[in-house]
Nanobody, 123 residues
Framework: QVQLVESGGGLVQAGGSLRLSCAAS????????VAWFRQAPGKEREFVAA????????YYADSVKGRFTISRDNAKNTVYLQMNSLKPEDTAVYYC????????????????WGRGTQVTVSS
């Protein structure tokens, strides 16, 4: 059974940093492209960042470019999202997603979803 488990969310002040982790089990993670999405209250789920199977290619939403960095450690079956210079508008539930297409920018390409981790940025 494939499971993606996110961790690292929490409450942080504007300008602060958090690092999210997405740990996979039941799957050889290096066979999958991975992405982070987020969903704020009352809004649709949106793409944040994506990374290819070997980490050699990454994509970012314009809203996070230069502030967020996606990376992966296939030996640990884990993908990370380093978030710096956080803003209140980054407040959302962040979801890890895996699929067979890179970049995963839309939900239709997602094969597996995690359950999400809450990130709250106070002003």
């Amino acid at each position: 059974q494939v499971q993606l488990v996110e961790s690292g969310g929490g409450l942080v002040q504007a300008g602060g940093s958090l690092r999210l982790s997405c740990a996979a089990s039941g799957v050889a993670f290096n066979n999958y492209a991975v992405a982070w999405f987020r969903q704020a209250p009352g809004k649709e789920r949106e793409f944040v960042a994506a990374i290819s199977w070997n980490g050699g290619s990454t994509y970012y939403a314009d809203s996070v470019k230069g502030r967020f960095t996606i990376s992966r450690d296939n030996a640990k079956n884990t993908v990370y999202l380093q978030m710096n210079s956080l803003k209140p508008e980054d407040t959302a539930v962040y979801y890890c997603a895996a699929g067979n297409t890179h970049p995963i920018k839309v939900a239709g390409f997602v094969r597996y979803w995690g359950r999400g981790t809450q990130v709250t940025v106070s002003s």
